[in-house]
């Protein structure tokens, strides 16, 4: 069984074109997940802002907001990954990228997705225990007061956190599979 990389470059080494294989095919796989699933992440946080009585959002809000900026850094190390694994099929050797180099960029995307989880936790913490608060403060009343009341926005941040929380976990997963792979 011969793959269609072997074909088109029989210059390159069997180690390059398999670690080309692998970057291209796990980069762009990670690039459309957290595409896809960070545009599914942003409608709770949209509408928790939209749900929130003062349209600010609340602690929760903030931090997966956080999350969401390091899963657009994410997005775009993943299209790196892909990036590299096309560059690492240019047949001049001294042309390639290093393994170290490779090493180097896959260790960042773990970092950037590790720092999204982080913010994504602490949001999730944060919306977990304001809605907590909020349910130990409701009386039965239908009357709002100094907005004790648990509402949706609490929910749609809590919802949005676990979201991102999600999405960096599957980057995460799939950045230490590949350097796993590649260090090898």
Known sequence: ???????????IPASVQA????????GLGKFWAEFILGIISCVPIGASVLTSRNRTGGAGSFWAVGGLIALLLSIYFAWRYFSL?????????SERPKRVET????KQGLIINLVGMFFSLIGTQSSVGDALIKSFSQT??????GGCILNSANIFDIQANTAI???HFIGLSISLWLLNRLTK
């Open 140 to 145: 039965g009343s239908n009357v709002v007061q």
């Open 1 to 11: 069984y011969m793959s269609r990389d072997s074909d088109l470059s029989p210059s």
């Open 85 to 93: 694994g096309k560059t690492l099929r240019v047949t001049e050797a």
């Open 165 to 167: 929380f999600t999405v």
């Open 103 to 106: 090493q180097q960029l896959i």
């Open 19 to 26: 670690a080309s294989s692998l970057l291209r095919r796990w």
